[in-house]
């Protein structure tokens, strides 16, 4: 016996509880693509006991680079900016810095946040992100939020719950601990305004690029669990595959960007406006001057225009996909 | 009366497959049931109707709206309730409606005010902060039910909404159905195969084809609408029913079934055949004890439309 046939009588309820009308205002269109992002954000943090996990632990590092930050001190000859960039720029980097223009870098930020908090993140982007699309059409609901919503509506409500879910991992500890890491080293916040918006632009321009990137593969791929992994192991054979690539011409540094790791390290220094990363050691052992505001090779301007065309490309594909979304997927 | 929807040559195909081929009908206020066997065109202009699948050529004019220029205002008045189950992972019924109420414009709190309304009139009211994935067949209808007038639209649109139901769920859907329609003066468009439903609900209906119309009007008339020729039933006492039978074979009439009625078929307007059917009673010394027309149901009338639409095509 089913619940409704419990039901004593057919009609009883229509008798206890008849239909009202509703005769209050209609809120504007976007108020409900914001309502859209809260509702994605909530159920986002409510769907996956995993990502639950890895945040708490994303959550717990971040505390102890926070501690560092406030705690620490620098020696004379470090140069505080340099300290800084490095950092931020490989809080997304998979393995350690290949890129720093400090032999500082181990300091505060950079030991909580560059040793191993990439691969975290990574990870729980995806399992965030890759659920957005694929539930939906699992779930079949594509067809209800389009009979309310306009399909622009729809995907801006999607790429804007991603790109806030991104921020609240990046931007978020990004900012508190550079803060307190300025304070801590009893500098003016005023004369970093550049170094946190620097952040900020930062921010922003990855949580678009891999904000989308999450967003096609949950569209292309019917399950959340399949988008999640494909999107990890981009990352992770992206870098393996870039290093490898690059290995096979070390002079030509425009293969630094063949690695989506590489390049969201270079990414952060550019918006950061550090073009002049320095001598480093690349994995030969080999003295490196990589300079990206030097007229030779690589470029900052290369690597914005590479971080345009992932933008592009992507929002295309997105944008093609719902907007020739089959009767089937409905 | 009044259409809220008027469609004029609404043309959509699916690369070189025309679903809907210069689809015309008007839909009344009131109830109206969309009938037409699978692949039809039957969800493919609701979604027209709702902008979802934009159409080639046409028109579509909603209330005093044009589609698809006023389609964000059309939005706002039509609730929809899909073929499919729509779920989303892990939510209660109270925060699916609520989630929905708010997409169609309501406000956080008028959203929660509204879905706990239309979850407790169709009748969910206890199982509303369950997980609805694991609702039954029934109880998800309902609750695509609360999600389609949760917003208080001038017209639902209702594809199958008592598919897959038990009996008892399906009656109470079709009672909430017929109170939203006779008692709250909404307007229904209900999509079905289950032509009883129309029958217990609408009152008119449109029955489409190959993307085409092949009838429209109120039910009551389309009920009515028969050939010349009617199929009476009579039945008899104060003799034998095969002798009536077999007199009136010979007196011209073309009986089509003798068993405890003689089922024949008469010329709608032919006076004299009706007044001989008595004079061979009374001849005979039998009395005509009931005669009836037989009552065509719409399943009848929709086997004959569409057969004769398929021959046509």
Redesign the interface.
Known sequence: M????K?PS??E??QK??????D????P?W??VL??IR?ELI?TW??SKFAKVLMIIILVFSFFSILGAAMVTLGDDVVIRDVLNASIANYLSLSSSIFSNSDEYFYGLGMGMGMGLGILLIIVMGLAGS?FFA??KR???I????????KREYVTGKVGAIVIYINLLVLLPLIITGMLFVQSLGEDHIDYLDFFLGIITYSILISIILGLFILVLSILVEKRSYASLIFFLFFFFGMIIGDMIHQGDPDNELLLLVSPSNFLVLLAYVCLGDYDLGVWHDKKNSVVNLNLDNGVSLEYLHVFLVAFIYILILSLILAYKIWKTT?EE? | MKNILVIRELVKN?GSFLALDGFTCNIPKGVTGLLGPNGAGK??FL?AV????PFKSGSIKFLDYELPKD??AV??K?G?Q?E????????SAMKYVT??A???????N?AKQ?AF??L??V?L?E?RYRDMNNF?Q??MQKVKLA?A?V??PVLLILDEPTAG??P??H??IL??IS??GS??GKNILIATHLLPDVEKTASSVVIMNLGKTVIQGELRSILQKKDKIINLQIRVNGGDINKFAKLLQENDFEVTNVAETISFNIEREDDKKYLSIFNIARNNGMNIRMMTAYQQSLEDVFLDEIAKNQMEN
């Open positions: 089913t619940e409704d046939q039901k057919s009609t309820y229509l509880f008849t239909y009202r009308s509703y209050g205002e209609f809120q269109r108020k409900r309502y859209l509702f159920s409510r769907k659920g539930d939906d779930g079949k609901v067809e209800i939020y389009l009979s309310r919503l306009e009767t409905l | 699916y969800t493919t979604r709702l902008g979802i699948l389609i964000l939005k706002d039509i929809y899909p499919v189950d729509t779920k989303i992972l892990k939510i989630h929905m708010t997409m169609a414009g309501l406000s956080r008028a509204r309304d239309t407790h009139y009748g009211e199982a039954s029934g109880m999600t007038l917003h208080d139901c038990d008892d769920s009656e109470q009672n909430l109170d939203l008692t709250h």
